[in-house]
């Protein structure tokens, strides 16, 4: 049985609420491409407004600035955003370290098909070659996105150390048959460092039993049960 006895940071519940009311969570039965049917649903895309990201790049950089500290992520010199969705997030987060807590980081992001004029290449933004980079990205679902990233930077000489997402589904992979290991650890084998994330689904379950949802708790332990990662 999962632990909801945990307590959730600030930066956290503020994320985990600023979701549902801009409808990027939602609590009900959901679909999955995977043919599982989930209690819940995230789709980071809905956070688009300039108060839902200024939530969000302060969620991101609350964290990263507390796991440089404890060494729960190495040091980076560059912060990566997989297009498209993982630009804005790049560039906010790049600024609020900087803002907040005085760290100074170049950010960069990758372009879906190579320019041959202008900034031509596939990388835009500070330079990743003989650079540390850290990922960020909304989840990690099949790992495609960062298996372009990946490519992308090692190609232009960098070294991804850690890749940092909003949310953690933890769950075993396998469609109905939740068998083999979770993606975020075959990315974390592929590129040498730590998967870590903002939210965790044993979070979301801790946030549902903290505002008494027993209904919609009931389900993610259920789910938990047959899909979680132990």
């Known amino acids: 049985m999962v632990d909801t006895n945990i307590e959730l940071e600030s930066y956290q519940q503020k994320l985990i609420e600023i979701s549902l009311a801009s409808g990027a969570l939602k609590f009900g039965e959901f679909e999955l491409k995977s043919g599982r ?6 789709l980071a895309t809905e956070l ?9 790049a302060t969620a991101y950089a609350t964290y990263i600035s507390s796991a440089l500290t404890t060494g729960a992520i190495p040091p980076f010199d560059v912060i990566f955003g997989p297009a498209y969705k993982g630009i804005p997030l790049a560039a906010s987060v790049a600024l609020l370290l900087h803002r907040d807590y005085g760290i100074n980081v170049g950010w960069a992001y990758d ?5 041959s004029h202008g900034e031509g290449g596939i990388l835009v933004g500070a330079s990743v070659r003989d650079n540390r980079v850290l990922v ?9 996105a960062i298996g372009i990233a990946l490519g992308n930077i090692e190609n232009a000489g960098g070294k991804i150390v ?11 992979g396998g ?10 650890d075959q990315v974390a084998s592929k590129i040498g460092g730590p ?6 689904m044993r979070d979301l379950m801790t946030w ?6 027993e209904e919609d708790l009931e389900k993610m332990k259920l789910y938990w049960e047959r899909y979680g990662a132990r």
């Open 37 to 42: 049917i989930s209690p819940y649903f995230f």
């Open 48 to 56: 688009n407004t300039g108060k839902t990201l200024n939530i969000l």
């Open 111 to 115: 372009r879906k098909e190579a320019k």
């Open 136 to 144: 960020l990205d909304d989840v990690i679902t099949a790992g495609t």
């Open 162 to 172: 850690g890749v940092i997402i909003c949310l953690d589904r933890e769950e075993i």
């Open 175 to 184: 469609g109905e048959n939740a068998v083999g290991t979770r993606t975020v």
């Open 195 to 200: 998967v870590k994330a903002l939210l965790r």
């Open 208 to 213: 549902l039993s903290f505002e008494g949802r």
